[in-house]
Protein backbone atom coordinates (compact mmCIF):
# COMPACT_ATOMS: atom_id res chain seq x y z
CA UNK A 1 0.00 0.00 0.00
CA UNK A 2 1.63 3.44 -0.83
CA UNK A 3 1.50 6.32 0.60
CA UNK A 4 -0.03 8.40 -2.23
CA UNK A 5 -3.23 6.17 -2.46
CA UNK A 6 -3.50 6.65 1.32
CA UNK A 7 -2.88 10.76 0.39
CA UNK A 8 -5.74 10.46 -2.20
CA UNK A 9 -8.65 8.78 0.11
CA UNK A 10 -7.88 11.16 2.93
CA UNK A 11 -7.73 13.91 -0.16
CA UNK A 12 -11.43 15.15 1.30
CA UNK A 13 -10.10 16.36 4.67
CA UNK A 14 -8.04 18.62 2.73
CA UNK A 15 -10.76 21.16 1.34
CA UNK A 16 -12.07 24.15 3.11
CA UNK A 17 -14.69 25.85 2.17
CA UNK A 18 -15.29 29.87 2.54
CA UNK A 19 -19.01 30.07 4.33
CA UNK A 20 -20.46 33.09 6.12
CA UNK A 21 -19.93 31.24 9.31
CA UNK A 22 -16.66 30.86 8.87
CA UNK A 23 -14.02 28.88 6.80
CA UNK A 24 -15.44 25.79 6.88
CA UNK A 25 -13.60 22.21 7.23
CA UNK A 26 -14.47 18.14 7.05
CA UNK A 27 -12.92 16.34 9.98
CA UNK A 28 -12.82 12.64 10.00
CA UNK A 29 -15.31 12.30 13.26
CA UNK A 30 -18.57 10.98 12.00
CA UNK A 31 -22.29 11.67 12.76
CA UNK A 32 -24.91 8.70 13.15
CA UNK A 33 -25.66 8.93 9.65
CA UNK A 34 -21.80 8.31 8.63
CA UNK A 35 -21.63 11.68 7.66
CA UNK A 36 -17.89 13.62 8.03
CA UNK A 37 -18.44 16.50 10.93
CA UNK A 38 -17.48 20.02 9.45
CA UNK A 39 -16.12 22.26 11.76
CA UNK A 40 -16.11 26.18 11.31
CA UNK A 41 -13.28 28.86 12.10
CA UNK A 42 -13.88 32.21 12.24
CA UNK A 43 -11.47 34.80 12.72
CA UNK A 44 -12.69 37.45 15.66
CA UNK A 45 -9.78 40.05 16.24
CA UNK A 46 -6.67 37.73 17.15
CA UNK A 47 -8.50 35.13 17.97
CA UNK A 48 -10.33 32.47 16.84
CA UNK A 49 -14.28 30.95 17.15
CA UNK A 50 -14.63 27.37 16.25
CA UNK A 51 -18.29 25.67 16.17
CA UNK A 52 -19.91 23.00 14.54
CA UNK A 53 -22.28 25.38 12.93
CA UNK A 54 -25.56 22.86 15.00
CA UNK A 55 -24.61 19.80 13.18
CA UNK A 56 -24.34 18.01 16.60
CA UNK A 57 -27.84 19.09 16.90
CA UNK A 58 -29.25 18.56 13.50
CA UNK A 59 -27.70 14.97 13.35
CA UNK A 60 -29.78 13.94 16.13
CA UNK A 61 -33.09 14.88 15.65
CA UNK A 62 -32.63 13.36 12.03
CA UNK A 63 -33.32 10.12 13.77
CA UNK A 64 -35.72 11.38 16.67
CA UNK A 65 -37.10 14.47 17.34
CA UNK A 66 -36.45 13.96 21.22
CA UNK A 67 -35.09 17.24 22.04
CA UNK A 68 -34.56 16.77 25.53
CA UNK A 69 -32.36 13.64 25.03
CA UNK A 70 -30.40 16.08 22.50
CA UNK A 71 -29.95 19.18 24.42
CA UNK A 72 -28.35 16.69 27.72
CA UNK A 73 -26.28 15.34 25.01
CA UNK A 74 -24.96 18.57 24.38
CA UNK A 75 -24.51 20.13 27.65
CA UNK A 76 -22.44 16.94 28.68
CA UNK A 77 -20.57 17.02 25.90
CA UNK A 78 -20.08 20.60 26.08
CA UNK A 79 -18.93 19.80 30.29
CA UNK A 80 -16.82 17.29 28.66
CA UNK A 81 -14.62 19.22 26.35
CA UNK A 82 -14.69 22.77 28.25
CA UNK A 83 -17.04 24.23 25.17
CA UNK A 84 -19.73 26.42 25.53
CA UNK A 85 -23.12 26.18 24.08
CA UNK A 86 -25.02 29.08 21.92
CA UNK A 87 -28.14 28.08 21.34
CA UNK A 88 -27.65 24.67 19.44
CA UNK A 89 -23.95 25.22 18.48
CA UNK A 90 -20.64 23.55 20.30
CA UNK A 91 -18.04 26.53 20.12
CA UNK A 92 -14.84 27.49 21.19
CA UNK A 93 -13.72 31.01 21.48
CA UNK A 94 -10.97 32.91 22.31
CA UNK A 95 -8.29 30.39 20.54
CA UNK A 96 -4.86 31.39 19.51
CA UNK A 97 -3.75 29.89 16.69
CA UNK A 98 -1.17 27.69 18.33
CA UNK A 99 -4.72 26.12 19.84
CA UNK A 100 -6.47 26.53 16.51
CA UNK A 101 -6.09 22.33 15.39
CA UNK A 102 -6.80 21.35 19.37
CA UNK A 103 -9.89 23.48 19.57
CA UNK A 104 -10.86 21.56 15.61
CA UNK A 105 -10.47 18.48 16.74
CA UNK A 106 -12.36 18.95 20.74
CA UNK A 107 -15.24 20.76 18.35
CA UNK A 108 -15.51 17.80 16.20
CA UNK A 109 -15.02 15.21 18.80
CA UNK A 110 -17.43 16.75 20.98
CA UNK A 111 -19.97 17.44 18.24
CA UNK A 112 -19.71 13.44 17.11
CA UNK A 113 -19.94 12.24 20.42
CA UNK A 114 -23.44 14.05 21.24
CA UNK A 115 -24.75 13.49 18.45
CA UNK A 116 -24.31 9.71 18.56
CA UNK A 117 -25.21 9.77 22.19
CA UNK A 118 -28.26 11.56 21.79
CA UNK A 119 -29.38 8.92 18.74
CA UNK A 120 -28.13 6.14 20.76
CA UNK A 121 -30.40 6.54 23.72
CA UNK A 122 -33.34 7.50 21.59
CA UNK A 123 -32.99 4.64 19.55
CA UNK A 124 -32.73 2.50 23.11
CA UNK A 125 -36.43 4.20 24.11
CA UNK A 126 -37.78 3.34 20.73
CA UNK A 127 -37.04 0.02 20.62
CA UNK A 128 -38.24 -0.83 24.49
CA UNK A 129 -41.21 1.05 23.81
CA UNK A 130 -41.51 -1.83 20.58
CA UNK A 131 -40.49 -4.30 22.91
CA UNK A 132 -43.43 -3.70 25.33
CA UNK A 133 -45.68 -3.68 21.91
CA UNK A 134 -44.56 -7.02 21.19
CA UNK A 135 -44.80 -8.67 24.49
CA UNK A 136 -48.28 -7.28 24.66
CA UNK A 137 -49.20 -8.78 21.28
CA UNK A 138 -47.50 -12.20 22.65
CA UNK A 139 -49.27 -12.46 25.54
CA UNK A 140 -53.19 -11.90 23.73
CA UNK A 141 -52.14 -14.44 21.33
CA UNK A 142 -49.97 -16.88 23.63
CA UNK A 143 -50.80 -16.22 27.12
CA UNK A 144 -48.43 -14.85 29.17
CA UNK A 145 -46.93 -18.37 29.98
CA UNK A 146 -46.05 -18.78 26.05
CA UNK A 147 -43.19 -17.17 25.31
CA UNK A 148 -39.95 -16.23 27.02
CA UNK A 149 -38.35 -13.15 27.23
CA UNK A 150 -34.46 -11.72 26.78
CA UNK A 151 -33.00 -15.16 25.71
CA UNK A 152 -29.95 -15.93 24.43
CA UNK A 153 -29.09 -18.39 21.73
CA UNK A 154 -25.77 -20.05 20.69
CA UNK A 155 -25.21 -18.93 17.42
CA UNK A 156 -22.82 -20.74 14.60
CA UNK A 157 -19.76 -18.70 15.33
CA UNK A 158 -20.40 -20.60 18.89
CA UNK A 159 -21.35 -16.64 20.89
CA UNK A 160 -24.52 -16.25 22.34
CA UNK A 161 -27.10 -14.10 20.56
CA UNK A 162 -29.56 -11.87 22.10
CA UNK A 163 -33.53 -11.94 20.89
CA UNK A 164 -36.10 -10.13 22.49
CA UNK A 165 -38.41 -12.91 22.46
CA UNK A 166 -38.20 -16.65 22.18
CA UNK A 167 -41.88 -18.75 21.03
CA UNK A 168 -42.25 -22.99 21.50
CA UNK A 169 -44.39 -23.71 18.39
CA UNK A 170 -45.96 -27.40 18.03
CA UNK A 171 -43.67 -29.79 16.38
CA UNK A 172 -40.57 -28.25 18.67
CA UNK A 173 -40.90 -25.33 15.92
CA UNK A 174 -39.29 -22.32 17.79
CA UNK A 175 -40.06 -18.32 16.19
CA UNK A 176 -36.84 -16.05 17.74
CA UNK A 177 -38.37 -12.38 17.47
CA UNK A 178 -36.42 -9.12 17.43
CA UNK A 179 -37.84 -5.71 17.61
CA UNK A 180 -35.82 -3.30 14.95
CA UNK A 181 -35.98 0.21 14.38
CA UNK A 182 -34.76 2.24 11.42
CA UNK A 183 -30.85 2.93 12.36
CA UNK A 184 -27.82 1.49 10.99
CA UNK A 185 -26.93 0.19 14.59
CA UNK A 186 -30.23 -1.49 15.14
CA UNK A 187 -30.30 -3.24 11.97
CA UNK A 188 -26.69 -4.61 11.93
CA UNK A 189 -26.82 -6.01 15.78
CA UNK A 190 -30.34 -7.47 14.56
CA UNK A 191 -28.70 -9.15 11.16
CA UNK A 192 -25.62 -10.42 13.20
CA UNK A 193 -27.99 -11.99 15.74
CA UNK A 194 -30.11 -13.42 13.08
CA UNK A 195 -27.64 -15.02 11.07
CA UNK A 196 -25.48 -16.46 13.40
CA UNK A 197 -28.61 -18.62 14.90
CA UNK A 198 -29.35 -21.75 13.20
CA UNK A 199 -32.08 -24.83 13.68
CA UNK A 200 -33.69 -26.63 11.08
CA UNK A 201 -37.25 -25.68 12.60
CA UNK A 202 -36.53 -22.60 13.61
CA UNK A 203 -38.43 -19.26 12.11
CA UNK A 204 -36.89 -15.82 13.11
CA UNK A 205 -39.30 -12.34 12.89
CA UNK A 206 -37.96 -9.07 12.64
CA UNK A 207 -40.84 -7.04 14.15
CA UNK A 208 -40.53 -3.21 13.22
CA UNK A 209 -43.38 -0.17 13.89
CA UNK A 210 -41.46 2.26 12.14
CA UNK A 211 -40.69 2.48 8.23
CA UNK A 212 -37.25 0.57 7.31
CA UNK A 213 -35.41 1.87 4.94
CA UNK A 214 -35.13 0.08 1.49
CA UNK A 215 -31.75 -1.47 1.60
CA UNK A 216 -31.96 -2.19 5.04
CA UNK A 217 -35.31 -4.58 4.72
CA UNK A 218 -33.32 -6.13 2.02
CA UNK A 219 -30.62 -7.31 4.37
CA UNK A 220 -32.72 -8.40 7.13
CA UNK A 221 -34.78 -10.62 4.43
CA UNK A 222 -31.90 -12.36 3.93
CA UNK A 223 -31.83 -13.82 7.26
CA UNK A 224 -35.28 -13.17 8.75
CA UNK A 225 -38.98 -12.29 8.04
CA UNK A 226 -39.79 -8.94 8.12
CA UNK A 227 -43.04 -8.29 10.04
CA UNK A 228 -45.09 -5.31 10.81
CA UNK A 229 -45.86 -4.81 14.74
CA UNK A 230 -49.80 -5.17 13.23
CA UNK A 231 -49.30 -8.60 12.02
CA UNK A 232 -47.23 -10.31 14.75
CA UNK A 233 -49.98 -12.15 16.16
CA UNK A 234 -51.45 -13.93 12.77
CA UNK A 235 -48.05 -14.53 11.86
CA UNK A 236 -46.84 -16.24 14.43
CA UNK A 237 -49.12 -18.23 14.65
CA UNK A 238 -49.17 -19.70 10.82
CA UNK A 239 -45.69 -20.30 11.42
CA UNK A 240 -45.75 -21.82 14.44
CA UNK A 241 -48.83 -23.75 13.24
CA UNK A 242 -47.60 -25.15 10.11
CA UNK A 243 -43.91 -25.37 10.93
Not at 2 to 16: H, Y
Not at 142 to 171: C, I, L, M, P, Q
Not at 200 to 212: E, G, W
Amino acid sequence: MSCEEIRAALSMFDTCEETPDGARIATHCLYPSFESVRIYVAKTGDSFRVHDGGGAHDAAWLHGRDEGAISRALIKECSRFRLALSGETLVASGISREWLGSAILSVANASASAANTAVAKMIAAAEEMLVDRIQKALSDTFGVGGFKRSVEVKGKSGGARHFDFAVRGANDNDLLINGVSPHHSSISAKYVAFADAEGDQLHKFAVFDRRLETDDTALLQQVASIVPIGSLSRGAKRVLAHG
